[in-house]
């Protein structure tokens, strides 16, 4: 049988010139160039690191650190190794942190050696034996370790249904649930884009995707690098994204991956003109709803029509506009269900609806997740009878097969790309002193599409300060998560049935931001 093992298929997929540049990167003291076999050995080194702690089999690794070349070859390492990765956002404070460790219960956590103190503290309470550091300067102790080890590892055999990465979602109510993803759910979403977004059409190499996204999300670790993998293509590696610096290497490259926010701020940037595009054939937009405005900005000023997807953690890639030809792409629409992937609209019964009814987005194919890590009765309620996932987006389908995205029966605010979950920061928000309770809605934004705006009603007696709770939950929460403003009121408007109207509050709230 042959191995299934995501590493396998996307190491049989790296140029004959293995000494030809993989990775270059773009905002390190001094360029840094990695070649195929750099990829290669290091995360040979690396895999034979974790092999040699004789860690059970699919134990998970835990990875909290900043974004380099060292730290994807981490990732790429633990699929190598058959272990289970779990990327975690660089923003989340303690408190996430320790729900994170104690519900994955990894065996290895590696953070950056600024956070050893409590990371390691969370972790060892909870029982993992080995905490490693990787800094995004090539030090830690992680490498440190690797260096003693071989090059050479042979890849682990998996099965398609092999776990192969968690990644923790935030949950309407209670706390968040890990999506186990497995090798086969990676690798057919990977060969369905590699496809459908023209990669495999190019001669082999030829592609440069500039990489200016985060690598602990769905996006950046597992759209764009495996695209960039699976086609041996070059990448271009930001450590952060910089408007102006991205610009000025799309010279150099031909696809780009982004959420709204980075459009948006290219868009106003003077240096963004046709022809600093003119080498470029993509620009993928997705994670986040993409205006008109900017849709038609971009292709004005820039001459690409950008090709808008949809996905989510727990399925990965659902829905595209197509590549070819760029005029089909409409904007608005996310475009239609990728091939293997089966998408229905059902209204609030499960029932079928006529073409072009809004109602619930049900989804079906081998990129759909395998369930939520230890939570069983979780992962029921969110399949139908018949093992539909229920998306929690609301939209239609129209005559022609475009999905349009119109609005989410979850409880969910998108801010630059990232999900904040109202019942999380509301939660937090009510454990603070003097809290009688308070509402969390979301407001458009310029910049980061929508943010968090904050309700707050006093208890009886407490006197409330909207500057103190904003810094109070800085210490608690990732920073996306916290509120841009924190209003504090007498009484949060209410409906006959005592529901909180949060409609009204988004109302109004809805200028804040201009
Ligand atoms: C930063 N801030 C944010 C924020 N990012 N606030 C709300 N939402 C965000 N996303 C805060 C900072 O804490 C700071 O607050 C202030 O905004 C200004 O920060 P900045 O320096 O301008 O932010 P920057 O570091 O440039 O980051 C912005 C960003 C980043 C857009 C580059 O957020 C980003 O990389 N987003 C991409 C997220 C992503 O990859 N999503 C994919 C998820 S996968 P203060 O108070 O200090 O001023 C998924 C599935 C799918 O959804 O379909 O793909
Ligand atoms: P996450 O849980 O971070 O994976 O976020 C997934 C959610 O992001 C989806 O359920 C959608 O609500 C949203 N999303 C992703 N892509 C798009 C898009 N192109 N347009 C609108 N919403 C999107």
Redesign the pocket.
């Known amino acids: 049988m042959d191995n299934a093992n995501l590493y396998a298929a996307l190491r049989a997929a790296f140029p004959a010139a293995l000494d030809a540049t993989a990775i270059e990167t773009c905002d390190t003291p001094v360029p840094l160039f990695y070649s195929w076999r750099d990829l290669e050995r290091g995360t040979a080194m690396l895999a034979n690191l974790l092999q040699s702690l004789a860690l059970p089999r699919a134990s998970r690794i835990a990875v909290q650190v900043d974004k380099s070349v060292e730290a994807l070859m981490l990732y790429l390492a633990v699929l190598r190794a058959g272990h289970v990765y779990l990327p975690l956002n660089t923003a989340y404070q303690a408190g996430e942190i320790e729900y994170f460790v104690g519900n994955a219960e990894p065996a290895v956590v590696v953070c950056s050696t600024r956070h050893f103190g409590w990371v390691s503290r969370i972790a060892f309470t909870a029982g993992t034996k080995h905490v490693y550091t990787l800094d995004d300067d090539r030090k830690g102790t992680l490498l440190d370790r690797a260096a003693w080890q071989s090059d050479v590892h042979e890849v682990a055999p998996r099965r398609a249904d092999d776990l192969a990465a968690i990644v923790y979602t935030s949950g309407t109510t209670g706390r968040s649930k890990g999506a186990m993803l497995t090798h086969g759910n990676l690798l057919s979403n990977a060969q369905v884009l590699h496809a459908y977004w023209g990669f495999a059409a190019q001669p082999p190499g030829s592609d440069t995707l500039v990489h200016a996204?985060?690598i602990f999300?769905?996006?950046?670790l597992f759209?764009a690098v495996h695209a960039a993998l699976l086609s041996g293509s070059k990448m271009l590696w930001f450590g952060?994204?910089d408007a102006r610096a991205v610009i000025a290497r799309l010279a150099q490259a031909t696809v780009f991956m982004g959420?709204p926010?980075?459009y948006v701020r290219m868009l106003a940037e003077p240096a963004l003109t046709r022809a600093a595009c003119a080498h470029m054939r993509l620009f993928v937009s997705?994670?986040a709803p993409l205006l008109i405005e900017t849709f038609d900005a971009w292709r004005e000023r820039s001459g690409h029509t950008l090709l808008e997807r949809?996905?989510?953690?727990e399925t990965l890639m659902l829905t595209s506009n197509p590549y070819r030809p760029e005029a089909a792409r409409r904007g608005g629409t996310v475009g239609f269900a990728l091939p293997g992937v089966g998408l229905r609209v059902r209204d609030d019964k499960g029932l079928p609806l006529a073409g072009g009814e809004i109602g619930g987005i049900e989804v079906k194919g081998p990129n759909v997740f395998k369930g939520y890590w230890r939570m069983p009765e979780k992962t029921a309620e969110e399949f139908t009878t018949d093992l539909w996932f229920k998306t929690g987006d609301v939209g239609r389908i129209d005559a022609d097969g475009y999905v349009s995205i119109v609005g989410r029966s979850k409880d969910l605010i998108i801010?630059?790309?990232?999900?904040v979950y109202p019942a999380e920061v509301e939660g937090c928000i009510n454990a603070l002193a003097g809290v009688a309770e308070s509402a969390v809605v979301g407001v458009p934004h310029p910049d980061?599409g929508e943010?968090g705006v904050a309700v707050v009603v006093a208890q009886p007696g407490a006197v409330l300060d909207a500057a103190a709770i904003l810094s109070e939950l800085r210490t608690r929460i990732a920073?996306?998560k916290v509120p841009r403003q924190v209003f504090v009121v007498a009484e949060l408007p209410r409906n006959a049935m005592g529901k909180v109207q949060k409609k009204l509050l988004r109302e109004e709230h809805a200028g804040l931001f201009g």
Do not use: I
Request: no cysteine; net charge positive.
């Open positions: 996204l985060p999300h769905v996006h950046g759209v952060r994204f959420v926010t980075l997705g994670s949809y996905g989510m953690s801010s630059g790309g990232y999900n980061f943010v920073h996306y």
